[in-house]
């Protein structure tokens, strides 16, 4: 028998054991508890309170015994460090891990590992971290891990656009933002998002990055524990900059800074401050030179070389705008030796300008156009690989300050070849693209792409009626949405793929050839302190020097046009604007028809309305068109259609926009609508006015073309029944209409025509539509307002709707520049018609319109009336007359 004492030492050791087991229990628990919250947080990029609970969650586990969640919580711990600057040093330490057999057992440590040295790898250098996100995204895709296969996918997206795989990157991160909405990982929603809205900066969209950056900050204001947004501030920042709102910018970097500091997080801090610079260099240098040096100091002592390259070439941008060459040189090849270590391609291009320019100042002109000429090479590779024209379009804006260097370089040089052919590599180069190898068109197969088109068209046939600024809001917010799911791709279907595919500029030999004896091809070039025209003829080869630089240009064509929409004469600033854009241009190379290719602000700037020494408009002694480059010009030229049109005239007109009880809008008093539809797409939501008179000007027309025109009025005037038309069977395709001009989105631009939901047809012939339309006309008449304007896109040109149609297969197309009024327009179109069907070329019948307008109405008409006008294209050529 046992003795009592024996046996309550038994019991008193029993109790220890199931209390100690009780205790480790409990700290087990406590641990997993930690961990995951830990891994909550840290996918929502909350390092701050993710750090110190990895912290605790590895020491319980170390004291369970637990290897295995205590390396896990190690390494999210290490990862937690990567945007301070100090997790490099643990680098082999993950190395040494990833061999460990405990790692190479488990898939879900693996990824956890490889994490970590990604992060760290994407703070110096991105492109480091590819090999590393490609397995994980391997091992993600084997374990149907769907966090982690959206967050590499993002990851491998973004290395892809740094290295100008601008299609692979659209592609990859996509998806990957799809991906994270529909599994609820907002944190990467939020954080990749702001990383497209800042590549969308990059490439000339600042308001659609604004878009972007606004909702990233929208939905982290509302995702409990969500980290401080850093790179939606940032593309915020410098999407406000951009669209010259820098007070708000200012303010947006200084909160973000301030945070930045109190975290640690000097990666995201160094970045803040390069934008600060940038911000700052315009108006205080100083300023700028201090942001910028504090970031440099940043990035060198923690190794973010990527950063480096960037506020390294910012700062070197300041010294030699400021005149200091040495230190611009000193910080430039700082940068350049960076930018070769990470391997950005996409940037790099503007770092080659940038030691061009430093070499020009030193007077090493043929380092320079070594310089310049490598800077052509990578954007070519760029262009080659973007998903559409229109962002290809956005690239060669991006880029335009490295043609226009070595285009004044080549001048220095005189070197006139040379200068055309870098022109040309640019000018109008979407268009020419197209030509050479087809329209975009969205794949029919992709079920995403399919609905988002659907949506579109419910959402604008909604926003067409509505009329509250709330409801209205929610629907633009709706509609930028699900304009990001579309995804053009290339397919060659245009009747110009004939034509060659190689993406250089028309031999200047060949150009010439293609000129008529009595044409001039007149392209401009504003410059920052001179500007030129290089003029082309059949003989004759040139550049000449303009006495005004682009700012001036720009003042004195806004004046002007403003005299004009004042519907003035205007005839004291169009002398002053013809002294400085043609008179300095040698006779001989003043043929009797002009093609324009405008550059900038001139894209609005009507010619023909300029007047020469005598005070007479220049429609009275010459014919003046436009063409976006000598090679677009050439390319239409030599393109021969695979059938010729069996039709002669479509026209479409008297569109039922509303009825007439809700219409708002008001008449001018002499027939010119107040153009509410370009505040479609805003929060006005005025409702269109009804254009009764466009009824007569198509059936006018239609009497012209006789019983070859087909005529869809009111009721029929709809985007479905224009669409079921066998459009590419009409020579002329004339649409009288409501037109809208969409600076900020350019692929909202739209032809406003009758809507019909039954067919999911909103009425909105937009853009990304036109540009897939097959057509083969000699030519397009846009009769609605604002269709020759659009966003100014560098020296690609002008994003507006008649290019629209001159990526879909016509030839030529006449298209307004204002609000125009009806009675003018419809006189004006019919001259023109009657013209053309008396067998005259389109340039001169369009110039004799114009003439019969201003003998018929003497002073009274003045420029506003007929000069907006403008044919853009082939219009030497003119249509087969009627069969009477």
């Known amino acids: 028998m046992r003795s009592p004492v024996r046996l309550s030492f038994l019991y008193i050791l029993a109790a220890v054991a199931v209390l100690a087991a009780s205790i480790e229990n409990a700290q087990v628990q406590d641990a997993n508890r930690l961990l995951a919250e830990a891994d909550r947080l840290a996918l ?30 190690r390494l999210g711990w290490i990862w937690s460090q990567a945007d301070t600057g100090v997790a490099v040093k643990f680098v082999s330490e993950l190395d040494d891990d990833i061999q ?147 007070p708000e910018a200012k303010q947006v970097l200084e909160l973000a800074v301030k945070e930045a500091r109190a975290q640690g997080a000097h990666a995201a801090e160094a970045q803040l401050l390069i934008v600060l610079g940038k911000q700052a260099a315009a108006r205080d240098p100083a300023q700028a030179v201090e942001y910028l040096r504090t970031a440099v100091d940043l990035c060198q002592k923690n190794g ?13 941008k300041v010294y030699r705008d400021e005149g200091d060459i040495n230190d611009a040189e000193t910080y430039g090849n700082l940068a350049m030796e960076a930018m070769q270590d990470v391997e950005d391609k996409y940037h790099l291009p503007l770092h080659l300008a940038l030691l061009a320019q430093l070499e020009i100042k030193r007077g090493n002109v043929a380092a320079a156009d070594h310089l310049y000429s490598r800077a052509e090479d990578v954007t070519e590779g760029m262009l080659m690989s973007a998903p559409s024209r229109q962002v290809e379009a956005s690239l060669i804006a991006t880029v335009s300050e490295v043609y226009l260097g070595h285009f ?23 268009i020419a693209d197209s030509l050479r190898g087809g329209r975009d068109q969205s794949t029919p197969q992709d079920r995403t792409t399919s609905a988002a088109r659907k949506e579109i068209n419910r959402l604008q046939i909604v926003l067409l009626h509505a009329t509250s600024r709330d409801e209205r809001t929610q629907l633009l917010e709706r509609l930028f949405a699900a304009e990001q799911l579309l995804g053009p791709t290339r397919q060659p279907q245009t009747r110009l793929q004939r034509a060659t595919l190689r993406p250089a500029p028309a031999l200047l030999k060949a150009v010439q050839r293609s000129l008529h004896a009595d044409e001039s091809v007149l392209e401009y070039v504003l410059g920052q302190s001179r500007s030129y025209c290089l003029y082309l003829t059949q003989a004759d080869v040139g550049i000449s020097t303009l006495p005004g630089s682009r700012a001036q240009v720009e003042r004195l064509v806004r004046r002007y046009l403003d005299e004009i929409k004042s519907k003035k004469q205007a005839i004291s600033t ?24 405008p550059d900038g602000v001139l894209h609005l700037l009507p010619f023909d309305s300029l007047a020469d020494e005598s005070g007479r408009y220049l429609v009275a002694s010459h014919i003046v068109t436009g063409a976006p480059s000598a090679t677009v010009l050439y390319l239409i030229r030599a393109s021969t259609p695979v059938a010729q049109p069996k039709l002669t005239f479509l026209g479409v007109g008297d569109v039922h926009y509303q009825q007439p009880q809700l219409a708002t809008n008001k008449s001018n008093g002499d027939g010119t609508a107040e153009n509410d539809s370009r505040a479609l797409f805003d929060l006005s939501g005025n409702p269109l006015q009804d254009l009764p008179k466009t009824r007569d000007e198509i059936v ?127 006189a ?15 340039g001169a019948a369009l110039q004799q319109a114009k003439l019969d307008l201003i003998k018929e109405f003497g002073s009274g008409a003045v420029p506003f009336y007929w000069a907006g006008f403008n044919l853009v294209g082939d219009a030497s050529a003119g249509v087969l007359p009627p069969a009477r």
């Open 44 to 73: 929502l990029f909350n390092w701050p309170k993710a750090e110190p609970l990895y912290g605790q969650a590895e020491a319980l586990f170390d004291q369970s015994g637990d290897n295995k969640n205590a390396l896990y919580a």
């Open 100 to 246: 460990s057999p405990l790692v190479q057992s488990d898939p879900r440590l693996m990824i956890r590992c490889l994490v970590a040295k990604a992060a760290i790898q994407y703070a110096e250098n991105e492109a480091s971290a590819e090999d590393v996100w490609e397995k994980i995204l391997e091992l993600a895709n084997a374990s149907h891990d769907e966090i982690w296969q959206a967050r590499a996918k993002a990851e491998l997206g973004t290395i892809a656009f740094l290295d100008g795989d601008i299609e692979k990157a659209t592609r990859l991160l996509k998806t990957a933002l799809i991906s994270s909405y529909l599994h609820g990982d907002l944190g990467a929603a939020i954080y990749y998002g702001s990383i497209v809205g800042n590549g969308l900066v990059e490439v000339g969209q600042p308001e659609a990055g604004l878009q972007y950056c606004a909702t990233a900050l929208k939905t982290a204001a509302t995702t409990k524990d969500m980290g401080f947004p850093f790179m939606a501030c940032e593309g915020k920042a410098r999407a406000l900059v951009a669209l010259h709102r820098e």
């Open 304 to 316: 973010f070389r990527h950063v480096y390259a960037w506020s390294t070439f910012e700062l070197a």
């Open 408 to 430: 004044e370089l080549a001048i220095q040089l005189h070197d006139v070849g040379k200068a055309y052919q870098v022109l040309e590599m640019a000018r109008g180069r979407s």
């Open 574 to 597: 169009g002398r002053e604007l013809y002294d400085l854009l043609i008179k300095p241009i040698p006779k001989q190379a003043i043929k009797l028809r002009l093609i324009i290719v």
């Open 700 to 826: 006018e027309a239609g009497k012209i073309f006789a019983t070859k025109s087909v005529e869809l009025l009111g009721g029929d005037a709809t985007e479905a029944a224009f669409k079921a038309e066998p459009l590419d069977q009409f020579r002329i395709i004339h649409i009288a209409g409501h037109g809208i001009a969409n600076t900020k989105f350019p692929e909202r631009s739209a032809l406003v025509l009758g809507e019909d939901p039954k067919k999911q047809e909103d009425g909105l012939l937009q853009t990304r539509e036109i540009r897939n339309l097959r057509l083969n006309a000699d030519l397009i008449t846009l009769s609605a307002c604002d269709t020759g304007a659009g966003r100014l896109q560098g020296e690609e040109g002008i994003a507006s709707l008649e290019r629209a149609f001159l990526y879909a297969g016509a030839r030529s197309v006449l298209a307004s520049l204002w609000t125009a009024s009806d009675p003018s327009t419809m």
């Open 828 to 842: 004006l179109v019919e001259h023109f018609y009657r013209h053309l069907a008396d067998g005259q070329d389109q």
